[in-house]
């Protein structure tokens, strides 16, 4: 049971333009939102997060914007760089015990 | 501040054979502790997560088991692998103040041949 999905498994973008990637859930009663980054044969490293309370939070050029009624967060990368090559996962919060994570997203950007 | 341990980084196994990697958390205590894993092109996945000393709850049923056996230390074991137990395993920990976030080991790269 997929509870976080991330429809979209790579994306490619061109420096200076803007990425936007996609992630949905399922359960309503998820309360926090995060997405981290992963480097290849590394750990995910947290990114980014927002409360359900939230529709926007954004620090420096990256922005996670939520949609409740949708179930949609996306992030948002402007501008983009080339060392934001990476597989971007999104995850979702139910409680102290409880994240789950979408399959991930490849972002590629070009130079 | 706080680190966290994982190894081996590699690990090459033939089918049958025991498996155990280990975990250990520096620079917090009573931290939550996790076992992902991430199979060749899908997502991370949650194996089992501890509270506590000797509490593991196990999310996928499997032929994998998890221990704590003290308070910073998780591990992750099998009696016999399989080939379908090969993947990227990484442990992670929060911490009760940001239970947010998860901090990540560096991982295990598991070849079952």
């Known amino acids: 049971d997929q509870q976080v999905k991330q429809n979209s498994p790579s994306l490619s973008v061109q420096e200076g333009r803007i990425s936007i990637l996609n992630c949905d859930y399922t359960n309503s009663m998820f309360d926090y939102f995060l997405w981290y980054k992963k480097y290849p044969a590394e750990g995910p490293t947290f990114l980014i997060s927002i409360s359900s309370i939230k529709d926007k939070n954004e620090d420096g050029r990256f922005t996670v914007f939520l949609n409740k009624s949708a179930k949609h967060l996306s992030l948002h990368i402007v501008p983009s760089q080339p060392g934001d090559s990476a597989v971007y996962f999104c995850a979702a919060s139910l409680n102290n015990n409880d994240m789950r994570f979408g399959a991930g997203t490849r972002l590629t950007v070009k130079p | 501040s706080q680190t966290i341990h994982q190894w081996p980084a590699t690990l090459v196994q033939p089918v049958g054979s025991p498996l155990s990697l280990e975990c250990t958390v520096e620079?917090?205590?009573?931290?939550?502790l996790y076992w992902y894993r991430q199979a060749a092109g899908r997502g991370l996945q949650l194996l089992f997560y501890?509270?506590?000393?000797?509490?593991i709850s196990s999310e996928v049923p499997q032929n994998l088991s998890a221990s704590r056996p003290q308070d910073r230390q998780f591990i992750l074991s099998s009696k016999k692998l399989l080939l379908s137990d090969s993947g990227f395993y990484l442990c992670a920990w929060s911490d009760d103040r940001s239970y947010e976030k998860l901090f990540f080991g560096s991982g295990t790269q598991l070849s079952v041949l």
């Open positions: 501890s509270v506590g000393i000797g509490q």
């Open positions: 620079g917090t205590s009573n931290p939550n």
